[in-house]
């Protein structure tokens, strides 16, 4: 039953999923160019080139203090979706986890624990992430948790669905009958036919922690200015729009639209695929 | 989905795109300066003024118990002590002709002005001004000025015009204490809202969150004003005010940044002048590493000053040596601050003979609300990097810093600035000896107490100056902090006004502030 990934849809090309490919995997090449090679130290000061525009020598421009821009937005991609990649491993093996259990068993276990996912999803997520931040303090790993406890939900939900709707299919009644134990029908047959809806969710669930990751920075209570995420120097860089450094909040703010772009579409294009059924 | 697709892109693309909008309104503002009245040149249609101000005068009008710093400069101009700070740090006498101090210096014998009268028409006497010694003693929010009240045996009426204060112990700084307790009618009980006191401005209106204004008093003992009027409108945020400045709105605005004030439109000059604060890396004396003497020094060898100011401030700010800023220009001893000239080299061996030849890593605490600390704890730990030590930028909130740097002494090293309460020499120095409360660094040097205790126990002014600069020095070759700067403060004001002065606190003098003919 496991279908193969691929851009083949029935009816027009599926360019949402081309283009979104394209975009995220330039933006992924980027960022791994960034972990490995920078045009210029990210750190290094320099009083002599301050805030110049864009030109050959520095492609975004350099900032207030002579950082050349284009290599903190790349250090700067790699530390944010260093954080959107762990906000979503997190959020999504355990959000995985709780909709198997929930949606395979139902009950009363199902009742709790996704009552308390409504409890969670009741708030707005940047306030729930703000308060919790304004009492650990801000940081890389406590930005990760925060991020990572508040969208379970999401993946929660997603999963259960799915879960719920393929326990009663054919093929995990043929499994059960052939004595597979429950355990092994959720892991080795129904995750493996719930990818065509988790991947999506994996997807948005991405965007979002990009996105709220790059509020929280811009707030203030994100990561600190050693980690340059690309919400921090969206913070740093939107106090200098009116005085003569428009270009590091433009080119930083088109780099998230960029990066969340190309996740967008991906997921779009994920959705469009012929249904699996 | 398509819908949810678009939402994600637009809550994106809105990030930079809602900032942009602001630029452009700014570009749009600059050169639109029609509604300005002074541009005509000549005398303006009507002698008023306008000062944008940063913060609503929210707290408490009266004068006690008012607590922002930006209350009290404007009210400034409606308060008057005994004696009051001219633009040179000096006490000149106001509702006081005289002062005579007794030969124990326990006993101050203040004769006053005749014909002092406040802004609700009433004429001063000496019960006015005792009534506000023991109301100042009883009420006052400033911590330091109730100390020195609380020594305050009595405040006497001797006769209409004198008034005999008597002290515990002596106090050579009181006068700088005396001009910090208002005077104020004692029949009087709307200072709150309606703050009567006796300066050049008498006080008219306050709109919450607008403006507050300020009209020429009259019958002001001394010299009058120059202009009729002035508006005080309050700009809570910081793009409005700019907005207000490119269209010529406002006439005069303190407390801008050197990035605030550039391309102004061409009707304002820009003043820079000193925040009179002391910025610099505060370290903890008590914390290895920083308990070693060679490894405070070879951070003050490792930090280039001149590169601070030039990347966060275009070189504008004035070095300092030690805990003194310039605005005292009596203490300050600008020597000092060549004391550590920049030399990674000499860094770099003051480290390893101090058993770090590899560096060290540590932690710089900045409050995060001021920019000015955080970019400069940023260039710090990129010029420490350079001598091999990683020190990690660490933000914290006011409060936070607050409770776990100043009060809990929890911390490596932190860049704040602190100013002076007052205008003594004690206000800035006291807060170091060994045994103070404030001594956040927990800085320890029994000269450097001998010396403070010497300066305060004796009274001739030239004596106590040399005692109070020898004890700067000290701080300085204890390598107590590395001191940064006394940061830039800039003032943008119309061309046409003359007048504006900077004083060596944190008060806005209107009253010499005048339209060129």
Redesign the interface.
């Known amino acids: 039953m496991k279908k193969r990934l691929s851009g083949r849809a029935a009816g027009p090309t599926n360019w949402f999923l081309y283009l979104g490919a394209a975009i995220t995997l330039v933006m992924a090449a980027l960022t791994v160019l960034g972990c490995f090679w920078t045009p210029y130290d990210p750190g290094a000061m320099d009083s002599l080139s301050k805030a110049l525009p864009p030109c050959p020598a520095h492609w975004m421009g350099t900032d207030n203090f002579g950082r050349d821009i284009f290599s903190r937005a790349l250090q700067g991609m790699g530390a944010t979706l260093f954080i959107s990649l762990c906000v979503v491993a997190i959020s999504g093996a355990a959000g995985t986890a709780i909709g198997a259990v929930t949606g395979y068993f139902g009950g009363w276990g199902d009742e709790i624990l996704m009552r308390i996912c409504d409890a969670i999803t009741a708030f707005p997520s940047i306030l729930l992430a703000l308060v919790i931040l304004a009492i650990l303090g801000p940081g890389k790993w406590n930005v990760i948790g925060v991020l990572g406890i508040l969208f379970i939900p999401s993946f929660a939900r997603v999963a259960r669905g799915e879960f719920a709707r393929c326990r009663t299919l054919n093929y995990v009644k043929s499994a059960r009958l052939m004595g597979a134990g429950p355990w092994r029908i959720m892991v080795r047959h129904i995750l493996p036919n719930t990818a065509p809806v988790l991947l999506p969710a994996v997807s948005i669930g991405f965007n979002n922690a990009v996105l709220a990751e790059a509020s929280m920075s811009f707030l203030g209570i994100g990561v600190g200015p050693a980690d340059a995420s690309l919400g921090r120097m969206l913070s740093d860089g939107q106090s200098y729009l009116l005085r003569g450094l428009p270009w590091y909040a433009l080119c930083v703010g088109g780099t998230i639209v960029l990066l969340i772009l190309g996740f967008s579409l991906l997921g779009e294009g994920l959705q469009r695929r012929k249904p699996a059924f | 989905?398509?819908t949810?697709?678009l939402a994600?892109?637009l809550?994106?693309?809105v990030?930079?795109?809602a900032?942009?909008g602001?630029?452009g309104q700014?570009t749009a503002g600059t050169g639109s300066d029609g509604a300005n009245t002074s541009q005509t040149g000549g005398e303006p249609p009507a002698n008023e003024l306008t000062v944008g101000i940063a913060q609503d005068l929210g707290d408490s009008l009266d004068p006690f118990t008012m607590t922002a710093a930006g209350t009290r400069e404007i009210l400034f101009n409606v308060y008057e002590g005994l004696y009051k700070p001219d633009a040179s740090g000096d006490f000149i006498p106001a509702l006081a002709e005289d002062c005579a101090i007794s030969e124990d210096a326990l006993t101050y014998t203040f004769t006053l002005r005749d014909g002092v009268q406040f802004h609700n028409g009433t004429a001063m006497d000496a019960e006015d001004v005792v009534y506000s010694f023991n109301t100042c003693a009883a009420t006052s929010v400033d911590s330091s000025l109730s100390a020195a009240l609380a020594d305050l045996v009595s405040a006497d009426v001797v006769d209409e015009r004198t008034v005999a204060v008597t002290l515990a112990a002596p106090n050579s700084d009181f006068l700088a204490y005396v001009s910090s307790v208002y005077v104020v009618p004692d029949d009087y009980d709307g200072q709150t809202t309606a703050p009567v006191g006796t300066g050049p401005f008498r006080f008219v209106s306050r709109s919450v969150q607008e403006n507050v204004i300020l009209e020429r008093f009259d019958r002001y003992w001394g010299e009058a004003a120059k202009v009729d009027k002035v508006t005080c409108k309050i700009y809570e945020d910081g793009?409005a005010l700019?907005t207000a400045l490119n269209g010529g709105a406002v006439d005069l605005v303190c407390h801008l940044t050197t990035?605030?004030v550039?391309?102004l439109g061409e009707q304002y000059q820009v003043l820079e002048g000193t925040m009179n604060l002391v910025q610099a890396l505060y370290l903890n004396n008590a914390a290895a590493p920083f308990d070693d003497v060679r490894v405070r020094q070879a951070l003050c060898y490792a930090v280039d000053v001149d590169?601070v100011l030039?990347?966060?401030a275009?070189g504008h700010g004035t070095k300092l040596g030690s805990s003194m800023y310039p605005a005292f220009t009596k203490y300050f001893d600008d020597s000092l601050t060549d004391l550590y000239p920049h030399d990674p080299e000499k860094a770099r061996a003051l480290l390893a003979e101090a058993g770090y030849p590899d560096g060290f890593s540590m932690t710089i605490t900045v409050p995060?609300n001021y920019?000015p600390h955080?970019?400069t704890a940023?260039?710090l730990?990129?010029q420490l990097?350079a001598v091999g030590i990683q020190a990690?930028?660490?933000?914290?909130?006011w409060n936070?810093w607050l409770t776990d740097v100043y009060q809990g002494r929890n911390f490596e090293t932190t860049v704040v600035g602190f100013d002076a309460a007052n205008l003594t020499a004690n206000a800035l120095l006291q807060r170091w000896t060994s045994g103070a409360g404030k001594n956040m660094i927990s800085f320890q040097s029994s000269e450097y107490d001998a010396l403070l205790e010497q300066a305060n126990a004796i009274t001739d002014d030239g004596d106590r100056t040399s005692l109070f600069r020898q004890a700067e020095r000290v701080l300085a070759e204890e390598a107590a902090n590395v001191y940064i700067q006394d940061l830039a403060d800039m003032v943008v004001i119309n061309k046409s006004l003359t007048g504006f002065q900077f004083y060596p606190l944190y008060v806005l003098d209107l009253s010499q502030i005048a339209w060129t003919a």
Do not use: P
């Open positions: 989905m398509r949810r697709t994600l892109f809550s994106a693309a990030m930079s795109t900032l942009c602001c630029g700014g793009n700019m990035s605030q550039q391309g590169a030039d990347l966060t275009d995060s920019t955080v970019d940023l260039v730990a990129e990097a990690q930028v660490v933000e914290v909130e936070t």
